[in-house]
């Protein structure tokens, strides 16, 4: 199985290893009227109502049922399938509720809708579904305020508990009671209230375990107690933050640039390239056995050992603090910040050995050396170097156009879907058996089946709802594009071999048969 091509975000990360992508705040054109849903009681639009189960990715109900069909195009306009169109505003709306709507945290779930859905679906909601925000988003600050001063007094020894917290008896009755408030106990008062008693009941609890824990040792190891558990902070080195820091971008925002100018070059340079590999294929001549770098070798091998090693010591590479910036520039597609070259460099990288890099290399070996035997070495490089090329810009181009700059790409699976697909088009109706299944007298599966089970993975891939870090565009172009290259190297080979036999035959006839010749020995005699 193929290894999927990894997105990575590049915006204040220093190399592959990043973390989470962020999102631009989406903005788009306001939708059309609908007029107002009626609404469930059981609707939760109140932030101290959240469900304690509450998950951003799932959202919260936002009306008495789903929306249909005709509803979903009424609001969205015809393109977004109903059930994609339900996952939105369910998300939406719970984040209205739980005061995340500007969270970048979150942002991940709802990457994979367009700007223009997003604030689509947010306007419906504004208009049809009343949730006070604001009033939300500041419960929410004041929880995490609460919950942030609960992890700060965990950090403290529970032998020397905080005075704050862990009053005697006595002091508690000589502390002055706050005088109540002529206007009632506020929301923000009851939420304190709420907080405060949860944090003490916990510490009590907490430090009940502890003693407990403690006694429990102290029976069985007799002297002084040992730490059951330490924490250990990973120390960053200022030589290592200076690496972290001019491997990262210092950009705080994608620069101001129309869509054509961030594809067109990679475009110009992908075409000019295709082009030259196109000649180079016609051209190639393999060389003569003793004028190989490794004569014995097969040549197809020769040439998949020799493009993983490529592989493997850029992966090496990319592990040098000193070249994170190098790499990051040339290594990596970044559509804020597209360069050409990068496409090219982004083909032999790889973020992960053991989930990328080796899948992705095994792949090559299987299907590179049963595709070089069949169309030759200069062919198979068009091929591979070709789809790859290709593939990547329509990758880079549709996330350019979709307006998410705030990722990155990189890997060789456009390549590797290129390859495979042209050795499944070449071999499309022959059998193939996978460790000897389907078994004897049955038929194989033919190399259509295999090609078109490729394809399904990867176009429902673009319909899931949850967020995955796979290119399938990648993916699917690859293959398109590796088709496409069989099928003129499918021609190209049928054309030369026609060629070859046309130039056999006039050989053929002009040189006599036996008998011929011993009529025209025996002719002299009469």
């Known amino acids: 199985m193929i290894s999927p091509l990894r997105i990575t975000p590049v915006w204040k990360v220093p190399s592959v290893q990043g973390s989470e992508p962020v999102v631009l705040v989406p903005f788009a054109a306001p939708p059309s009227s609908l007029a107002s849903a009626p609404l469930l009681n059981t609707v939760i639009i109140h932030y101290v109502d959240l469900p304690p189960n509450y998950k951003d990715e799932e959202g919260l109900q936002f009306l008495r049922r789903d929306l249909d069909a005709n509803e979903v195009v009424s609001i969205f306009g015809p393109g977004m399938s109903t059930l994609a169109a339900n996952q939105l505003l369910r998300i939406l709306h719970g984040r209205r509720v739980a005061g995340t709507l500007d969270d970048p945290s979150v942002q991940i779930n709802t990457m994979k809708f367009t700007k223009r859905e997003q604030k689509i679906a947010l306007d419906y909601l504004r208009k049809n579904i009343p949730v006070d925000e604001i009033v939300n988003a500041g419960l929410r600050a004041e929880d995490e305020l609460v919950a942030l001063e609960g992890r700060q007094v965990e950090d403290i020894e529970v032998t020397k508990p905080s005075p704050l917290i862990y009053k005697p008896a006595e002091a508690e009755s000589e502390k002055p009671k706050p005088k109540p408030s002529p206007y009632g ?4 008062d009851k939420i304190r209230a709420r907080n405060v008693a949860r944090i003490e009941e916990e510490m009590r609890i907490k430090e009940e375990l502890e003693r407990k824990k403690e006694e429990e040792l102290a029976k069985m190891t007799p002297g002084e107690l040992a ?27 994608p620069p101001e640039m129309k869509h054509w100018e961030r594809i067109l070059p990679s475009a110009v340079v992908v075409l000019l390239g295709v082009g030259f590999l196109v000649a180079y294929s016609e051209f190639y001549r393999p060389p003569k056995r003793k004028d190989r770098l490794w004569p014995d070798i097969p040549p197809a091998a020769a040439t998949i050992i020799g493009i993983a090693g490529i592989n493997l010591v850029i992966f090496a590479l990319w592990r040098v603090p000193h070249l994170w910036g190098f790499f990051n520039r040339y290594f990596l597609i970044v559509p804020a910040t597209p360069k050409p070259i990068s496409i090219l460099g ?9 989930v990328h890099l080796v899948p992705n290399m095994l792949t090559l070996w299987f299907f590179g050396t049963a595709l070089h035997d069949d169309i030759g070495r200069g062919n198979f490089l068009a091929t591979y170097l070709g789809t790859g090329a290709l593939s990547a810009l329509i990758s880079m181009s549709t996330y350019i156009l979709r307006n998410q700059l705030y990722v990155s790409s990189l890997g060789a699976s456009g390549a590797l879907y290129g390859i495979a697909a042209a050795y499944f088009w070449l071999h499309r109706f022959e059998d193939f058996r996978i460790f000897g299944l389907p078994p004897e007298p049955m038929n194989g599966i033919p190399g259509l089946a295999f090609l078109g089970l490729a394809v399904g993975i990867n176009v429902l891939g673009v319909f899931r709802l949850a967020v995955h870090n796979i290119d399938v565009i990648s993916h699917l172009s690859g293959a398109a594009f590796g088709v496409l290259a069989a099928h003129f190297i499918e ?29 025209q020995k025996s002719s002299p005699e009469k």
């Open 227 to 253: 730490k059951l558990e330490e924490k250990k902070t990973r120390v960053v080195s200022p030589r290592m933050k200076e690496f972290l820091e001019k491997g990262t971008s210092d950009l705080e925002a």
């Open 491 to 519: 021609k190209k080979l049928e054309a030369k071999k026609q060629l070859a036999e046309q130039k056999k035959a006039p050989i053929q006839s002009a040189v006599p048969s036996v008998d011929q010749g011993l009529v």
């Open 346 to 354: 982004a083909m032999f990288s790889h973020q992960k050995l053991a």
């Open 185 to 188: 106990d506020s929301i923000f």
